[in-house]
């Protein structure tokens, strides 16, 4: 019986892009505004990250959310 992956979530991802973006977590930390305990706990699951915090780790990464499916109920023509 073949498995199918699990799909990673957009939380797990954020992790993958803290752990490989060449950068230490104290570095990182200081340079983005996020706490580096929070940004620790983050990496480790043990917490989530605030909206705000996600806003300064995305804009300091140059982070954007793509898709890659078609929104539900969207409208065509318009």
Sequence with gaps: MAMKAKAVTFTGQLRRIVENCGMSRYQLAKESGVDETTLCRFAHGER?????????LG????????TDKPKRNAKKGG
Excluded: A, H, W
């Design 48 to 56: 989530c990250l605030s909206e705000r915090n996600l806003d300064k």
């Design 59 to 66: 804009e300091y990464l140059g982070l954007r959310i793509m």
